[in-house]
């Protein structure tokens, strides 16, 4: 047995483990390559300030490429994930204004444990996430048009909730979520970091995760093998809404306000992300560390970019570019993989 494995590993072409080896990693490379030459463009690049601000400033759109990245392994897709952020980011402010602020939404509610509004944008997330997968799960309605339809109920909610103004004046507990530090490591990131490690335990090491990929490499199947289907897209989405809760706990944190503007385009930022990280549309294949290069990638990008002074016009033509030209290789990647 052994010595037919060696003779078909001998019979395969040259160079077929380097081509193998250049496509599993080429995100690494490209990221690589991509921080050496923005150190060559800009020396303040590589510092660690520098460095550490591009983390910061890409938490929020990281957590909620993760929970992107659970749904397009299923063959789906959240256009919904930046309006929760938003909801949630001016419910959760609402419970968490100090007394001392003239303009408090409810003004004879007395300060509240930092553990309730945590608790209000987690809950708000995880309701929206809830609706979206119901809505996917049972009446069968494609997820582009159901994640649609609550991008723009999400953002009305969060207009009409604030009434279109910023929910103010945060308790410093509250602001230490998204301006505080850890051992020199701002909160956010370290945050962002926690979430991935157990999102990547979770794909890879139970059930939940197990069956995502089963679902998204063929639901039939997964459906006739016995997996409930409809729980765990469900669950999927859930989960995704409780990082959208999340991130708005952390962007809501750093400008110490909620606002019903936030997270606009954000949904589109995580799927970017995910998408350079190489998470197949097609379903079944992704990674959470694939995803955490493609965030990094897209951050490294941006923030390059504005130290380039590039305008932020050109920064948008970028961006699409660099989608459109990851999914054109995903494509190619499955052809040959067929």
């Known amino acids: 047995m052994l010595a037919k494995l060696l003779q078909a590993t001998s019979d395969q072409p040259k160079g ?17 390559a991509m921080c050496i030459v923005m150190s060559i463009l800009s020396p303040v690049f590589l510092t660690v300030a520098n460095l550490l601000n591009v983390m910061t400033q890409m938490a929020s759109i990281g957590l909620l490429a993760l929970g992107v990245t659970i749904i397009i392994i299923t063959r789906g897709i959240d256009l919904s994930s930046g309006s929760v952020l938003a909801v949630a980011a001016v419910v959760s402010a609402s419970t968490a204004q100090s007394l001392d602020w003239g303009m408090r939404m409810y003004p004879n509610l007395p300060e509240l444990p930092i553990v309730v509004p945590i608790l209000v944008a987690l809950a708000v997330g995880a309701l929206c996430g809830l609706i979206n997968g119901a809505l996917i799960a049972y009446t069968g309605i494609p997820p582009f048009i159901a994640t649609l339809g609550m991008m723009i109920i999400a953002r009305g909610a969060a207009l009409l909730y604030s009434d279109g103004r910023p929910v103010s004046s945060l308790i410093e507990s509250y602001q230490w979520i998204g301006q505080g530090t850890i051992a020199g490591i701002p909160v956010p990131v370290v945050i962002f970091l926690v979430m991935a490690f157990i999102t990547y335990i979770l794909l890879n090491y139970t059930r939940f995760g197990k069956y995502a990929y089963a679902i998204g490499g063929n639901e039939t199947a997964a459906y006739v093998s016995g997996i409930n289907v409809t729980k765990y897209k469900i669950l999927v989405y859930v989960y995704a809404g409780l990082l959208a809760g999340i991130a708005a706990l952390i962007l809501t944190a750093r400008i110490n306000s909620g606002q019903p503007g936030l997270g606009v385009m954000y949904e589109l930022d995580a ?68």
Do not use: C, P
Request: no cysteine; charged share 15%.
């Open 271 to 338: 799927i970017a992300s995910a998408t350079v990280g190489g998470v197949s549309h097609a379903g079944g294949i992704g990674t959470i560390q694939g995803t955490i290069v493609g965030v990094m990638i897209m951050g490294v990008l941006q923030n390059g970019l504005d130290l380039l002074n590039v305008s932020a016009y050109w920064q948008q033509v970028v961006k699409g570019l660099v989608i459109v030209v990851a999914v054109i290789f995903d494509m190619k990647r499955q052809k040959k993989s067929k």
């Open 16 to 32: 077929a483990n380097t081509k193998r080896f250049i496509s599993k990693y080429a995100i690494y490379f490209v990221f690589i």
